[in-house]
């Protein structure tokens, strides 16, 4: 929450859950959810699962998007050959954060 300069009414606002959570969780009367864990790493991208879990990596990540399947697991729904007869050499997909990340065959 310091990282973003964060209120916990603000940090509870924006990943979705009620301001009674953070405060409970804070004041550890609850451990954080698995639910909760995962919605501050969805919209946090740079909070890394490990690192929140069990303090392994590090804070912020270096790399803000990791795409969770391989390119392989889309070739099926992904064609590989236009009506041209031109083949794809590589797909290139850029984030709103400015990020991106290249896909070669």
């Given at each position: ?25 804070l004041?550890g ?51 590989l ?25």
């Amino acid at each position: 929450m310091e990282t973003h300069q964060l209120t916990a009414s603000l940090f509870a606002d924006k990943i979705g859950v009620q301001r009674s959570s953070i405060s409970h969780i804070l004041s550890g009367r609850n451990k954080p959810s698995l639910d909760f864990i995962l919605k501050v790493t969805g919209v946090f991208l740079d909070v890394d699962i490990h690192w929140l879990l069990n303090g392994i990596g590090e804070f912020p990540k270096k790399t803000l998007h990791t795409p969770t399947l391989p390119l392989e697991s889309h070739t099926t729904t992904l064609p590989l050959i236009d009506n041209s007869g031109k083949k794809i050499k590589r797909i290139v997909v850029f984030y709103e954060d400015g990020t991106f990340d290249e896909y070669q065959k």
